[in-house]
């Protein structure tokens, strides 16, 4: 049973457009919500997290907008740029999960020029 | 610098064979981590540990084992058991303590079996 879903699979935005991506979990119990960042042939990097007791974070480009009751947060890549063209993963852990950190299956985000 | 070591970058196989995956962090961490990526799948864990001595499976441990004889270092073995090994394998780290979850990534090794 997936407990963080993801949408969409792939994403083509234009540079200087918005990104966003997706994500709804099932238990309530999860309390931090991480983003990662992930280039080819790389291993994911942490790019910005939430938790559940604040509605967004903003860390430059990047915001996290975080829905309690309807179980979904998602993420806001503001004037996306070429750079930014990646997989980006949500994740979802709680406490008395000895820190493991459940994903989402991934977004290919393409930023064209 | 401190950060995760993978390695091999690249690793071959021929089917049958039990091959080791090396981790290594300096990051005085805790808590280890494997997962498996394949396309579309996201990460998934396949063993984890929070401290030496001791790990405790994951979504998807069978066909691999692990050891943790040393805090810096989590190694695994991807045995002729596993059906599928051909793919991308990430190892990380994290603090255990202070409500802290964030885990860092190493690179990564991809795996290869024909």
């Known amino acids: 049973q997936q407990q963080v879903k993801q949408s969409p699979q792939s994403l083509i935005v234009q540079k200087g457009g918005i990104s966003i991506i997706n994500c709804a979990y099932e238990n309530t119990a999860f309390d931090y919500f991480p983003w990662y960042q992930q280039f080819p042939g790389k291993g994911p990097a942490l790019l910005i997290a939430i938790r559940p007791d604040v509605s967004e974070k903003k860390e430059g480009r990047f915001t996290i907008s975080f829905n309690k009751s309807a179980k979904q947060f998602s993420l806001h890549i503001m004037d996306s740029q070429p750079g930014d063209s990646a997989t980006y993963f949500c994740?979802?852990?709680?406490?008395?999960?000895?820190?493991?950190?459940?994903f989402g299956k991934g977004t290919l985000l393409t930023v064209n020029p | 610098d401190g950060g995760i070591t993978q390695s091999p970058k690249y690793l071959f196989r021929k089917e049958g064979q039990n091959v080791t995956l090396s981790c290594e962090q300096n990051l005085n961490h805790d808590a280890m981590y494997w997962y498996r990526q394949d396309p579309g799948q996201g990460l998934r864990l396949i063993y984890y540990s929070q401290i030496v001595n001791d790990f405790q499976k994951g979504d998807i441990a069978e066909g691999y084992s692990v050891s943790r004889e040393k805090k810096e270092s989590f190694p695994l073995t991807v045995t002729s058991a596993q059906k599928n090994p051909t793919a991308f394998y990430l190892c990380a780290s994290s603090i255990v303590s202070g409500g802290s979850y964030e885990q860092y990534f190493g690179p990564g090794t991809r795996l290869t079996v024909t």
């Open positions: 994740a979802a852990s709680m406490r008395g999960s000895n820190y493991k950190l459940t």
